[in-house]
């Protein structure tokens, strides 16, 4: 249980043992009164303990170790698991709220009627969901479902200080921890509730991906760096092993019962998304969005399951990468609209080059509208595939309104033009291990590379066409086509990079923070950016890059 963190350094991989100190509990069931407590430490009749380490202030990372008890039904399981996780983190769960959501929906703010529509929305997405569970329908999908509920009403007990397991029908608080969890379909539900002030600037990229064999295929890296606000940069990279049943009636286990991901105080996801899962998958994703308002009329509550919920369904149950397909295309809610690479390591063997299929499988999502497909092909025969945010698939990006983007912006908006399509086109070829595919997820030369030229913009180059974006570089004064483009306190907040190797051990290398390979270093205290709630941040974010060991 007790976990192994290791500094690594970005290019020398040195590796330098660090004193952790753990916050360890147990979520125990008292058999004769049904009662459920959370107790210090471990004990060896847990339903689910949690093991959390807060180490951001040395490596811009916490931790946290997950795991329930195959004894007990999966209900308690689920529930317990939400509540151990609130007791161990809720005082980095709080700092997060203030920092990142709270006054969203507060009833003195403006937005009220937006906000009214978002509550009646969410409670009739749950009624009707309630619905299909009660039906007996489908009982693996709506099974789990209903254990992701119940892990996120225990997180929410826990955090409150109010554990009692729900009997019968529970709801979930629309603007409690869920907004949490429906960050990501929150950007879309705004669009198509019409509300009023949006949070998604236009261009905005949320995240760059690179899946990379390495030559003579001697090894397959799969890493991707998220884009955020700087407000979010409290991290959590969390191992969930939750010993979950397919379904009430099967005793069988779910494939991807352990997964490791990074994630966020109060998210029971990775919310990136990034998950190595013990089915053998890999998943992660960059955003893709919807600029086509006609859409819109698809983002309805019933019919629907949001997308953080499908995703955890699907990584939860999948077995392969179509399988995963299959299960994430159900029930469209047309919101968080990504493109997701899903890689499937028992179809890799270090060095074998005849491979033919089942390796990557690529699947975007918008409103009304799921493509997917084996990309095995194009990745043994380009050696890559990238992904920032925009539609690879030509029925998606002309449906999502890229085309009328393009024709009034400029090749910022197009797939193959894009300055982070060139830059991975030109840079990805150096890449020959992990030092140096490190070095090309945290890149940005923004001030020398020609490639970070933006159409338009005075000055011409930008902070924002980069592999890891540093907005809050761009100068204030300057001019700009659209918002993604101006200074802002947005950027590549990390990155994570694993392999087929480290894979099989849950492991991967991560950075946390904006990159400062060759700009400088992200600091609150000097940028344009200090009175911005950042409580809990380290000042300045100049970190190593840490290698994830579970132990």
Request: charged share 20%.
């Amino acid at each position: 249980m007790a976990k192994c963190i290791i500094f690594l350094s970005v290019f020398t991989f040195s590796w330098v043992p660090v004193l952790v100190i753990a916050d360890l509990y147990s979520a125990v069931l008292d058999r004769q009164t049904g009662i459920l407590s959370l107790l210090p430490g471990f004990r060896n009749d847990f339903v689910a303990w949690a093991n959390f380490t807060d180490d951001i202030m040395q490596t811009g990372w916490a931790h946290l170790e997950v795991s329930t008890n195959s004894q007990y039904n999966d209900s308690l399981q689920a529930y317990a698991a939400g509540a151990v996780e609130g007791a161990v983190t809720s005082k980095l769960i709080n700092k997060h709220w203030m920092n990142t959501v709270k006054g969203y929906c507060d009833s003195s703010k403006y937005e009220t009627e937006y906000c009214q529509r978002l509550s009646d929305y969410i409670l009739a997405n749950q009624q009707w969901m309630e619905k299909q569970m009660d039906k007996g329908e489908d009982l693996e999908y709506w099974h789990q479902i209903n254990l992701v509920l119940l892990q996120l009403k225990g997180l929410e007990d826990s955090y409150n200080k109010q554990v009692s397991f729900p009997i019968g029908q529970f709801s979930v608080n629309p603007f409690g921890l869920l907004l949490f969890q429906i960050g990501g379909d929150l950007e879309d539900l705004e669009a198509a509730l019409n509300k009023t002030v949006l949070s998604r600037t236009l261009g905005s990229g949320s995240c760059s991906a690179l899946i990379k064999l390495l030559p003579g295929n001697k090894e397959l890296l799969v890493s991707q760096d998220t884009w955020n606000s700087y407000q979010s940069m409290l991290r959590i990279m969390k191992k969930y092993s939750f010993a979950y049943r397919r379904s009430p009636n099967d005793d069988t286990p779910i494939p991807g019962g352990i997964q490791t991901f990074s994630s966020y105080p109060g998210t029971i996801f990775s919310g990136d998304d990034f998950y190595i899962l013990s089915s053998g998958l890999v998943a992660l994703e960059t955003t893709i969005g919807n600029s086509n308002p006609a859409l819109w009329k698809y983002v309805t509550p019933k019919g629907t399951v949001m997308e953080w919920l499908r995703n955890i369904i699907a990584n939860r149950l999948a077995e392969s990468g179509k399988h995963w397909a299959a299960i994430f295309s159900k029930y469209n809610s047309g919101t968080y609209n990504n493109q997701w690479m899903i890689v499937d390591y028992k179809h890799f063997t270090p060095g074998k080059l005849d491979m033919k299929d089942q390796l990557l499988t690529v699947l975007e999502q918008i409103p009304g509208l799921i493509v997917s497909g084996d990309k095995t092909k194009e990745l043994l025969q380009s050696g890559y595939w990238a992904s920032y945010n925009i539609p690879y698939y030509e029925e998606v990006f002309n449906t999502s309104g890229c085309p009328e983007l393009v024709q009034q912006y400029g090749d910022w908006f197009s797939f193959d033009m894009n300055p982070r399509a060139k830059i991975f086109r030109r840079n990805q070829s150096f890449v020959t291990d992990m030092d140096s595919m490190v070095r090309l997820m945290r890149y940005n030369n923004f001030k020398e590379d020609p490639l970070s030229i933006c159409q338009g913009c005075d000055p011409p180059n930008n902070g924002e066409n980069a592999i890891s974006a540093r907005s809050d570089l761009n100068p204030s004064n300057g001019t700009y086509p659209f918002g993604a483009l101006k200074q802002r306190p947005h950027g590549g907040t990390d990155m994570k990079v694993t392999s087929y190797t480290m894979s099989k051990e849950y492991q991967l290398l991560a950075a946390s923070g904006p990159t400062y390979d060759q700009v400088p270093a992200f600091q609150w205290s000097t940028s344009p950016y200090s009175g911005l709630l950042h409580i809990g941040h380290p000042d300045r974010w100049a970190f190593p890059t840490i290698f994830i060991h579970w132990g």
